[in-house]
């Protein structure tokens, strides 16, 4: 019972911001959301990602092989997805982010917090600093259906994530104005992306059955493909069973913020509708999953 407390108190502010967002559509159908999208992407990402490395005592060790395990299970997230969208005949690129990046920050992180105590708050930040680098990088290169330098060079999320990696290689101590500052911004973005979703879903048009199939991809099979790279890599106690839970996460709302900036209305449409439904879906599959990582991986 005591599981489903707190995934209440992580999922239930999610759908209320994203509740006010949708109230805030129908009274002024108009609104635009070019700001939310500017103001993340350029700000407010970037500041998340240093937050997320610099300030919850994480190491350079920790971040390098947390990064590999990331790579390995996003690799086989995009496997199974390419053959779910094959199949739905959806887009192969444009589509993929949903399946491929969940919800590791605000969702998995507090979780994993909750299932192991501050030991297991380093390796989930860990895991969730790699996938947010990814959706602007990788996450970039699928919504354009293009892959350029350009994207990396100007892309401040990637400049965050180098300054993190200086900040853990010189094990530099984070100023507290820095600290302070970013993350506010890190709740604002937060924040803002959750509200933008919820306009989104005044104006759009997505097949339920798609979404629910593809929501279900993502977090069932998310955790399986978890489950062959800890019994591969031999990972065992806290590290072993943060990875499993954040395999277990629903569609990451920075998915939508990455589609909105860089694919068309209707595949915009698509993302959005997997991420509110996976994660309505993960209020069920989120604590059998805890369960079991307590079980095996404690």
């Known amino acids: 019972m005591e599981i489903y ?21 129908k009274k002024n159908p108009k609104f635009d959301t070019n700001f939310i999208t500017n103001f993340a992407g350029n700000i407010g990402t970037p500041a998340m990602i240093f937050y997320t490395v610099t300030t919850t005592g994480i190491t350079l060790s920790v971040f390098t092989h947390y990064f590999i395990y990331a790579l390995i299970m996003i690799g086989g997230f995009a496997i199974i997805g390419l053959i779910f969208l094959y199949f739905l005949n959806k887009d192969l690129s444009m589509e993929l982010p949903p399946l491929i990046l969940p919800n590791t920050g605000n969702m998995g992180v507090p979780i994993c917090l909750f299932a192991y105590g501050t030991q297991g708050l380093g390796v989930a930040s860990a895991v969730a600093s790699v996938i947010i680098l990814f959706h602007f990088t990788l996450g970039v ?26 900040f853990l290689f010189y094990e530099i101590e984070t100023p507290l104005f820095l600290e302070n500052t970013t993350f506010l911004l890190t709740y604002a973005t937060i924040f803002l992306v959750l509200m933008s979703l919820g306009i ?69 449409d698509n993302i959005a509708s997997t991420i509110v439904t996976s994660t309505l879906i993960s209020f069920i599959t989120i604590p059998v999953v805890v369960f079991f990582a307590l079980k095996y991986f404690n």
């Open 5 to 25: 407390v707190k995934i209440f108190e992580v999922i239930f502010p999610v759908f209320f911001v994203i509740g006010v967002g949708y109230y805030l559509g």
């Open 141 to 166: 290169f699928l919504a354009k259906k293009s892959f350029s330098f350009d994207v990396v060079v100007k892309s401040p999320p990637v400049y965050a994530i180098i300054i993190s990696v200086f």
């Open 200 to 268: 989104a879903l005044t104006r759009f048009k997505f097949s339920l059955k798609d979404s629910i199939i593809l929501s279900l991809c993502r977090v069932i099979l998310g955790p399986l493909i978890a489950f062959i790279i800890i019994y591969y890599f031999d990972l065992s106690g806290f590290a072993a069973g943060v990875l499993l839970i954040q395999s277990a996460m629903p569609s990451a709302i920075l998915n939508y913020l990455v589609g909105s900036m860089y694919s068309p209305k209707k595949v915009v």
